[in-house]
């Protein structure tokens, strides 16, 4: 009870609260500065807050264990941060790092744009700031190995994209090897007599004071199975020599640290593009350095493509994200669907409908082109004598209605090739989009496009998100076995939902499939960031941030 002007208030302040109260109300502030600053109010606030991350570190792990991780979406602001996929990343006390990346031009294709700016994050705020390093800045790259170590920022190996001129080169190979002072805000080349052979999409692991570099990718599609050792008191390399077995060439795999003496491989892409699966331990408990092969069981529930996804490890266990488990079967039955869809073969167009335009193939455009997602591409021409308008052409309803063996007139058929912006009768000068306008709703009739002889449209029912996979390491090293985890399907009872929608995720709390994204672990929770959209051959590089918890 307090006095206020000489009247009594019977307010109850936060000092008198229950402590399951003030538990409540510490579990929903940031757990980066704000849980910093509370817990300095008092001795009793720092021991409830001590209690309050605790918990949520366990929900945290427990969460990523049984599957249920919810994202939440967060849009970049300001045009200094490009989106961008294969880029480093490295999470230090609330703040992550990001160095260089690239945009390709096309889906496949090792031309494009590559970055060399160094970026940070405060995880807190949510905010991104460039930073203008000092010192020997690193070249153009991508798909850079970055680990951090006492203050410092390591990177090594990378690749560009060629250069236009002379046409036909090769993407170079990085083996440059810099250091970021992050105190001094300053880079710091280091030269050495032996080092490794260049290489890009390799992993690099922290293990005390030891860089510890596996497989890569040496340009000419030539994989290394070789294990370099970066020691970081006397900056000098070492190739460790092991014999027994050893796991086969690889890249884009994926490597975390299971304590001081053991380091886990998973997957990657061999030689010859070879998709592998398989699980690798080296033991560096004792000298010599040895490879054991690991035991997987459960492989119906392994993760899908792990190379090209985002994956992490959280407590016991390496959480992966990629592709949808109903997608695969959707992705499956379309394809055996495939050859029941094509239409019928189309008439070809005669002396008075013939136009400067190359004569079409049969069977209408070609599946997949944009062309079918026009919104004034499909339209039915008349080559009736009179010169009548052609847009005020009104089918007739029994036109419509008739089936494939039913005499059609002919006239009905579209002979202008779909999409053409310059033939007579061409009204729409406007780009190709994405919406789809179907004939019903553009001509109120019931005709399917097969039967007007037009292949029908992309299937645009595409579920759009990323699906989580479990992989259990906890007894990778007593017993050299790991088990894939039995997850939910995320995709199950979700509808088709439209990527450009602002709000899509925040509904659903999913994340959308892209390609070489980064990934991170702050306090009790993911940071994704980037990455290449899965919409078409053009790629999509995205710049916005994705939060699971």
Request: include cysteine.
């Amino acid at each position: 009870m307090a006095s206020i002007r000489g009247e009594t208030c019977n307010c109850l302040q936060i000092e008198n609260l229950p402590e399951e109260i003030l538990e409540r109300i510490m579990s929903y502030l940031s757990p980066y500065s704000d849980c910093k600053n509370a817990s300095l109010v008092s001795r009793k606030w720092h021991r409830l807050m001590r209690g309050v991350i605790k918990q949520r570190e366990q929900a945290f792990c427990l969460a990523a264990r049984s599957g249920s991780l919810k994202w939440s979406h967060h849009e970049c602001n300001g045009n200094s941060l490009f989106g961008r996929s294969m880029h480093s990343v490295c999470y230090v006390e609330g703040t992550m790092y990001m160095f260089g990346g690239t945009v390709p031009s096309e889906m496949r294709s090792a031309s494009g744009t590559c970055y060399c700016d160094l970026q940070n994050m405060d995880v807190g705020t949510r905010t991104w700031k460039r930073l203008m390093a000092l010192g020997e800045y690193p070249s153009p790259k991508a798909a850079a190995s970055m680990v951090h170590h006492n203050g410092s920022l390591i990177l090594f190996g990378g690749w560009a994209p060629p250069v236009p001129n002379p046409p036909h080169q090769p993407p170079h190979i990085s083996d440059d090897l810099h250091i970021y002072d992050i105190p001094k805000n300053k880079w710091r080349a280091v030269v050495t007599s032996l080092c490794p052979p260049p290489m890009a999409s390799h992993r690099a692991s922290m293990v005390n004071d030891l860089m510890v570099i596996f497989g890569g990718s040496c340009g000419n599609q030539t994989k290394y199975d070789g294990v370099w050792v970066l020691s970081l008191q006397s900056m000098t390399w070492n190739c460790m020599k092991m014999e027994g077995k050893r796991p086969p060439a690889r890249e884009k795999h994926v490597q975390v640290v299971l304590d001081d003496g053991h380091i886990l491989i998973v997957g990657g892409v061999g030689n010859y593009e070879k998709v592998l699966n398989d699980v690798w331990m080296l033991d560096i408990s004792e000298v010599p350095w040895k490879w054991r092969e690991i035991n997987i069981i459960h492989l119906e529930f392994a993760a899908p493509q792990i190379f090209s996804h985002s994956s992490c490890k959280i407590g016991d266990s390496i959480v992966f994200f990629s592709k949808l488990r109903s997608s695969l079967s959707l992705a499956l039955n379309s394809h055996r669907s495939a050859p029941a869809m094509r239409a019928p073969q189309r008439p070809q167009p005669n002396s008075r409908t013939q136009s400067h335009h190359p004569p079409r193939p049969q069977g209408g455009v070609e599946r997949g082109s944009l062309s079918d997602l026009h919104t004034n591409a499909k339209r039915l021409r008349s080559q009736s004598s009179d010169k009548s308008d052609t847009r005020n052409h009104i089918i007739p309803a029994a036109s419509c209605n008739s089936s494939p063996g039913e005499s059609q007139d002919s006239s009905l058929v579209d002979q202008t090739p779909v999409g053409c912006p310059c033939s007579p009768t061409c009204q729409c000068k406007t780009p190709v989009s994405n919406s789809i306008c179907t004939f019903n709703e553009k001509y109120g009739c019931c005709k399917s496009p097969s039967k007007l002889g037009l292949n029908p449209p992309l299937y645009t029912r595409i579920p759009h998100g990323e699906q989580q996979y479990v992989l259990d390491v906890s007894t990778a090293i007593s017993d050299l076995q790991v088990a894939w985890l039995d997850t939910p399907d995320q995709n199950e009872h979700r509808a088709a939902i439209n990527p450009g929608h602002p709000h899509s995720e925040m509904k659903y709390g999913y994340a959308p499939e892209t390609l070489f994204p980064s990934l991170c672990v702050g306090r009790a929770e993911i940071i994704r960031f980037g990455g290449i959209l899965k919409a078409s051959i053009y790629p999509r590089a995205l710049n916005n941030h994705y939060f699971a918890y």
